[in-house]
């Protein structure tokens, strides 16, 4: 069983900076890849952004491209979302998930990927 805390939402303004927090437990955390997705009021769960077990490959939607960073530290089996230059639409809840390996270009975006799911934290972005 895995345990996945997500912390650091909040309220920020558009332009403005955060970075999440996901901590994990239960399973030896180098031995997964790694997900971020959010999902805002009344639509579906996105992929957002995704790190392999080794930290060598990272992946990006479109839409957060350059703007956010995604990285992991086995020290603390932690996993970091840095977003930047945040826009009103990236107003969501963000959850982190682990990664049912190997994870490829084709199904790291997909929800079936990841098997377990942290609880969420609110991001919003103010105009």
Do not use: H
């Amino acid at each position: 069983q895995v345990q996945l805390v997500e912390s650091g939402g909040g309220l920020v303004q558009a332009g403005g900076s955060l970075r999440l927090s996901c901590a994990a437990s239960g399973r030896t955390f180098s031995s997964y890849s790694m997900g971020w997705f959010r999902q805002a009021p009344g639509k579906e769960r996105d992929f957002v952004t995704a790190i392999t077990t080794s930290g060598g490959t990272t992946y990006y939607a479109d839409s957060v491209k350059g703007r956010f960073t995604i990285s992991r530290d086995s020290a603390s089996n932690t996993v970091y979302l840095q977003m930047n230059s945040l826009k009103p639409e990236d107003t969501a809840v963000y959850y982190c998930a682990t990664g049912v390996d190997p994870l490829g270009v084709r199904s790291v975006s997909r929800v079936p990927s990841y098997d377990y799911w942290g609880q969420g934290t609110q991001v919003t972005v103010s105009s």
